[in-house]
């Protein structure tokens, strides 16, 4: 079913998230991903499409297809989208075009120690560093967020538990302070999920030594050969990624509205 899919991140995205209890259906002019245990995971719960299309029309189908869902997530599956953007925005959507990015060996890069994460504690520090990344000036973290956290970091420890994937922490003074998963999308393809470093100890090579090991670790594993990373255009990870190899090969077109829908679909 993956494999019909043309955008490689939306390909590997889907192989992924099935992995971790997806449901994923093919429906009239779109297919449907559900995340039964994770509602509020806006890119768990979302219509794939061929095209963008109206911007009003996909508000409704979404709406169908997710009643209450208190959300518009539309993937476009063309890894060259071309979308009237002045339309979507105009309709409340946040559009974003993020970088896909592919390497095929490691770099070689010096930085802090790396291992999997196991056990409790770890998977514990897992969360509190994406907790932590939400928190406002004050140090204040919005609950509901918290707890999507703790359902996000339930979900990649059950995606490694079965196998498919690798949650690597970077160790500094024995504490984990950066985290990064890398996860078997089949057809010789690992994908790099939630490259993530604590406040305090960015700009330290924590990143990218997990990147390469991730690289390393899933050729050993899983026997991976292509590995790939998205990455938001403007944001400040994208630089690192080219440093370290990564090439950008096509572009995910991703299209987010908030709040419910409109009219009789509503």
Same mark, same amino acid.
């Given at each position: ?24 259906? &093919?429906?009239? *002019? ?12 806006? +890119?768990?719960?979302?219509? #794939? ?6 911007? =009003? ?12 869902? =208190?959300?518009?997530?539309i ?17 409340g ?16 890069v ?9 056990g409790?504690?770890? +998977? ?7 907790v ?9 973290v919005?609950? &509901? ?17 079965a196998?498919?994937?690798? +949650? ?5 003074? =024995?504490?984990?302070v950066?985290?990064? =998963? ?40 899983f026997?991976?050969?292509?590995? &790939? ?5 403007? *944001? ?8 370290? *190899? ?8 991703? #299209?987010?509205? #908030? ?8």
């Amino acid at each position: 079913m993956t494999g019909a899919v043309a955008s490689l991140a939306f390909r590997t995205d889907l192989a992924l998230l099935a992995a971790q209890g997806a449901v994923v259906t &093919v429906e009239p *002019g779109a297919t449907a991903v559900r995340m039964p245990g994770n509602p509020a995971f806006r +890119w768990g719960n979302f219509l #794939l499409v061929p095209e963008a299309g109206d911007p =009003g029309a996909r508000i409704q189908q979404h709406a169908a297809a997710f009643p209450g869902a =208190g959300f518009t997530t539309i993937g476009v599956d063309d890894p060259h989208a071309v979308v009237d953007e002045g339309a979507w925005l105009t309709s409340g959507f946040t559009v974003e075009r993020h970088a896909v990015l592919v390497a095929d060996r490691a770099p070689a890069v010096a930085g802090p120690v790396v291992r999997p994460l196991a056990g409790d504690a770890d +998977w514990t520090a897992e969360t509190a560093i994406a907790v932590s990344l939400d928190e406002d000036p004050d140090g204040a973290v919005d609950p &509901v967020q918290a707890d999507f956290s703790r359902r996000r970091t339930a979900e990649k420890r059950r995606l490694t538990e079965a196998g498919r994937a690798v +949650w690597l922490g970077a160790e500094v003074d =024995g504490v984990v302070v950066a985290t990064a =998963g890398v996860a078997d999308a089949g057809d010789g393809t690992a994908r790099f999920q939630d490259v993530q470093t604590d406040a305090g100890h960015r700009r330290r090579g924590c990143a990218s030594a997990l990147i390469a090991e991730g690289v390393r670790t899933a050729a050993v594993r899983f026997g991976s050969a292509r590995f &790939v990373i998205v990455a938001e255009r403007e *944001g400040p990870a994208i630089g690192l990624y080219r440093r370290l *190899g990564f090439r950008e090969t096509e572009t995910q077109l991703q #299209l987010t509205r #908030l709040g419910g829908a409109v009219g009789p679909a509503a």
